[in-house]
């Protein structure tokens, strides 16, 4: 293949352009490039923006309404102020010749990835040189998805967040796509797509899953709210160890879960610094979701087959597609991590969308509704009328009750049947939603 | 191809784990995953981390010298407090339920989608939905070289900043490297070099350039600071009209062009937005490599040869494989461009830094070297020791002068022989590095 490559890139090259002036067809306008295939290939529009114009055209519709959206899982409530004083005194430094600084060390500031290191991955064996801090989880798997390229096989959770096939896609991963006739959503040729249901108390029978090079898992799941216990998880590194595969492991929610015996990290597992990459972020830890600010572990001991560090290649990503997140981000995530009084300010925020999580779960519960997660995430998955389709669901609860949810086959055709409504909003509008669902459903 | 590709991704993907288990080669913590062979065609180390190495040597062996940077192109002044004031104000306002902002949109704030419309393209016909905000234009590198894909050809000016041949090797859009000879530098098979030395002015007979799907152009260009006339632009828009080719013109350095008779966007020149992408930045315009604000222009014109809107592929890489720049950063560049006195204060800032270079020119040239540069960019590009290879050169005036430099030919094989100098520094430093210069050099 890369022979064929090269000289398919070379033929191209080399045409002359006094020999053979390409011939332009259609509208004068039109350049002669070709469509990245990959980018044909992506179906549909990003679940979130496709959603968000569905809410604007409901509103045009019902210019007088309230519509209360529980829908994308964007934070709501204000950043505690010990963060954005720091972000602030950041800023206004800048206008110093003191505090001015430019470039930041692509991988981030020294002093956020310690801190890191120390609070998130405490008597884990992480340091500080193996944090890659970034502007958000769903870049990083941009990132690690250019750094693995076209080549690797990838298994996701279904359901799980669209970006880890999307991402996949663009990069030219998989094959096809198809419509699942059960569920009307797509799944590509060549993803290994690992069922999640209440059937298997959402977690995949490994023993029916095929090897793939790459294996990205969401714990708490992002949409059904499930977080895997430490049992779980550690089958889950005993088969990648055993296929030489690669986990990586989105712990975005890990300050969701609830007790000690389910892992807020993939490194709680032995033997995981061999086999897995974990990415994290501050934006729904600390409500930096529009701040922007995440990072990536990468083990020194993750090791391609022939043996070059993977966190070799992921420096050269870093250095080469991306310049460090923005230093006041980092002076932000760094006033959330430094002191007792800021890990104790950012978990009551995270404390309230929990209790938020509650009163959704427990008014589903009232209805008689089958609903799942909430209490290990700011997610609640629930089917509100079986046998009828997500989209379907979703465009009825918005139209009878103008709250947003988001349709669960968005996720994937696992997610069929289901809608997942999030609890980031304030307590007035989740209970004023349950309300509203009450009176509609009961 | 793509019969094969996917043939290739099921047959990896089919095969069941309990038939076929991967055989593990060498020690057993080595995963099974191959490593991206476009990774592993990737040259040498990024060429400012390679600097920064050389630094730290350097600083150990003389622990008592003042060492002066007028290497990486890092801005060192500080912001001006309208701006930085934004961002604090911006900043403690997410404390508030007023002011607290989630997710904004990915493409970014309309507020300054808007003001750069207006301020950067007066008269330009550019719309604000046209204007994708970002986190710098070497994300948006990446991004677009994500959009584009594998298939593409590209040509780059010879020398050039490293980031668009870089991010097309991760993206496979090459064939391997081979060592330039004469130069030592690299050159990979399929990429079309379009060198811009003295000898043409800077600017490459485009009557010799072969066809390509995408064209990189920087102007002012980085390294060698000239700054295309609207003649040279005209002729390059025509090519790629001609051609059919795609131009990602990068504006980084556009506010430091002096007089009126050089453009400063590509949308200047008629016809330009049938075949031109502009990627720009806050970095060097405000002081923002910190910060991390920049911007990219795809116009709704300009389309694939299948009649596709590229912004369509655009907008959907940056709704899926980034999240927007930060909401803070934003604010400030919304203050460095909404106001007369905050586009004031940050053309005094830019000022400052073309005085300097102003500086650095009078100084090379009352020591007679031969000096290109500064009038239309923060850099200076000198050939110190004619038949001396540039890593040599710069080694040699680190040594005697303490000062850094950049090796040209890190910028490709065309910039053998040269260093580029920065302005980016304080008056009383690049005065400093200048006397040290003139007595090593006079």
């Not at 206008?95 to 405490?122: C, F, H, M, N, W």
């Not at 977080?227 to 030489?244: E, I, Y």
């Not at 404390?351 to 290990?376: H, I, M, P, S």
Request: hydrophobic share 40%; glycine share 10%.
């Amino acid at each position: 293949m890369p022979t064929n490559m090269i000289s398919k890139v070379l033929e191209k090259a080399v045409l002359p352009l006094d020999v053979a002036p390409p011939v332009k067809k259609g509208p004068a306008s039109r350049t002669s490039v070709r469509r990245n295939p990959n980018m044909e290939r992506l179906q549909n529009g990003y679940l979130f923006p496709e959603i968000s114009m569905r809410r604007e055209a409901h509103e045009k519709k019902y210019p007088d309404a309230k519509v209360i959206s529980l829908g994308i899982g964007d934070t709501t409530q204000p950043i505690p102020s010990i963060v954005t004083s720091a972000m602030a005194e950041y800023s206004l430094a800048l206008s110093t010749p003191e505090g001015y600084q430019g470039y930041g060390p692509e991988q981030g500031q020294k002093s956020l990835r310690k801190a890191i290191a120390d609070v998130v991955y405490p008597n884990m064996g992480i340091r500080d040189t193996e944090v890659f801090i970034s502007d958000g989880a769903q870049c990083d798997i941009a990132r690690l998805q250019m750094m693995f390229g076209r080549d690797v096989t990838i298994a996701v959770q279904d359901p799980t967040f669209p970006g880890y096939v999307d991402n996949g896609v663009i990069m030219g991963q998989t094959g096809p796509a198809a419509v699942d006739e059960e569920s009307g959503g797509s799944r590509y040729a060549g993803i290994e797509y690992m069922r999640c249901a209440p059937e298997n108390a959402f977690f995949p029978d490994l023993s029916r899953v095929r090897r793939t090079d790459v294996i990205f898992f969401c714990s708490p799941n992002n949409p059904t709210g499930h977080a895997a216990s430490r049992d779980q998880l550690r089958q889950l590194v005993d088969f990648a160890r055993r296929n030489g595969s690669i986990v990586v492991f989105d712990s975005a929610y890990a300050s969701y879960v609830s007790g000690d015996d389910k892992p807020r990290s993939i490194y709680e597992v032995p033997g995981a610094r061999e086999v897995a990459i974990e990415i994290s972020s501050f934006s729904k830890f600390a409500g930096f979701t529009g701040v922007r600010l995440g990072w990536a572990v990468v083990p020194d001991e993750l090791l391609y087959a022939d043996g070059t560090r993977v966190a070799r290649d992921f420096d050269r990503v870093v250095t080469t597609c991306f310049n460090g997140a923005s230093s006041v981000a980092q002076a932000g995530g760094l006033a959330c991590l430094a002191t007792e009084e800021g890990r104790a300010a950012v978990a009551r925020v995270v404390a309230g969308y929990k209790e938020n999580a509650r009163v959704l779960v427990d008014t589903f519960q009232a209805l008689g509704k089958e609903v799942y997660g909430g209490d290990d995430s700011p997610y609640v998955w629930v089917r509100l009328f079986p046998g009828r389709r997500s989209w379907d669901v979703f465009a009825e609860i918005l139209e009878k009750t103008h709250v947003i949810t988001v349709p669960g086959s968005g996720f994937g055709p696992g997610g069929e049947g289901f809608v997942r409504v999030s609890a980031f909003n304030s307590r007035d509008r989740v209970v004023e939603a349950c309300a509203r669902l009450t009176s509609f459903l009961a």
